[in-house]
């Protein structure tokens, strides 16, 4: 592991992070309940891909707001999180298009969205970047879930289920880039103002993230005919019971308390080492600065 000058330990210096330059779905639109056939199961994972280009736009700049001075490991992971991020936001516009393609109004989603971010960006930098941490944290964990355990996408559109597993190879892949940027920016603050503005952080990001994502998948299943218990009865059944997956990440997401918190503490790369053979055609050499930027 890599340990900063304040003793705080952080990204493994053997792991590299690697862009997959990969288009999915664009010859073949996928069904309108494309898991399964379960329209529960799929407006959870829609309303989630809805929030993905203006979120991953915003981690963007909150981390790169703080690559100034940067130590050249870090300068290199900020650079490959930065192409990554530009990658997912351009699939996830992609995938939404045929999301609206098949007649949902996402418009109440994507204005939820950039109503808590215009919340976010008239807070100091310092503070959007600790809200991208504890975002990071989240996306990791779900992630992890997924590549874990393959019931999750069990029965989804092949192109689609390749989507989401190409995004969680390379979310667990620089799940710690924002926390060693956090480090290195708070590298003159006392570590107990550190862990209270971090902590302070999760609870507001968790209460946000929680409550718009439910009212997303409540619209969406909506425009479904899908309301009232039959809704909040089935997400409730889906997210916490069977799979389950916001249950399962409950525990990792207590660990983001400890004030020895660091993403690498769980090593996860046998999951990346698992999925990413579909993908290695894809990966990006050091040479190549820049994705394609076509959202087409």
Same mark, same amino acid.
């Given at each position: ?77 900020? $650079? $490959? ?73 069990? %029965? ?71 309301? %009232? ?68």
């Amino acid at each position: 592991m890599s340990v900063s000058n304040e003793g705080v330990l952080m990204t493994p210096t053997d792991l590299t992070i690697t862009p997959r330059d990969r288009r999915f779905g664009r010859d073949r639109r996928a069904q309108r309940h494309w898991l399964n056939g379960d329209p529960i199961a799929t407006a959870f994972f829609n309303a989630l891909s809805i929030t993905f280009p203006r979120g991953e736009a915003f981690f963007i700049e909150s981390v790169r707001a703080f690559r100034d001075g940067a130590p050249g490991q870090l300068a290199r992971e900020i $650079a $490959a999180f930065t192409r990554q991020e530009v990658a997912h936001s351009r699939e996830h516009v992609a995938f939404n298009r045929q999301v609206t393609d098949h007649g949902y109004d996402v418009s109440r989603l994507d204005a939820d969205v950039t109503m808590v971010l215009e919340l976010a960006r008239q807070r100091p930098p310092i503070i959007s970047l600790a809200a991208t941490m504890a975002l990071e944290h989240f996306t990791a964990i779900l992630a992890h879930q997924l590549l874990r355990d393959s019931r999750y996408l069990d %029965g989804a559109n092949p192109e689609v289920a390749a989507l989401w597993r190409w995004h969680a190879v390379e979310e667990i892949e620089h799940k710690g880039v924002a926390h060693d940027t956090w480090v290195h920016a708070t590298r003159d603050w006392p570590r107990f103002r550190r862990w209270w503005v971090r902590s302070m952080m999760m609870l507001v990001v968790t209460r946000h993230f929680v409550h718009h994502r439910a009212r997303g998948m409540m619209d969406l299943l909506r425009q479904d005919g899908v309301t %009232g218990s039959a809704a909040w009865g089935g997400l409730l059944r889906y997210a916490l019971l069977r799979p389950g997956i916001l249950r399962r990440v409950a525990l990792p997401w207590l660990g983001y308390f400890r004030p020895n918190f660091y993403p690498w503490a769980v090593d996860d790369r046998d999951l990346i080492a698992s999925a990413d053979t579909p993908y290695a055609a894809a990966r990006m050499d050091d040479r190549k600065d820049k994705l394609s930027p076509s959202m087409a």
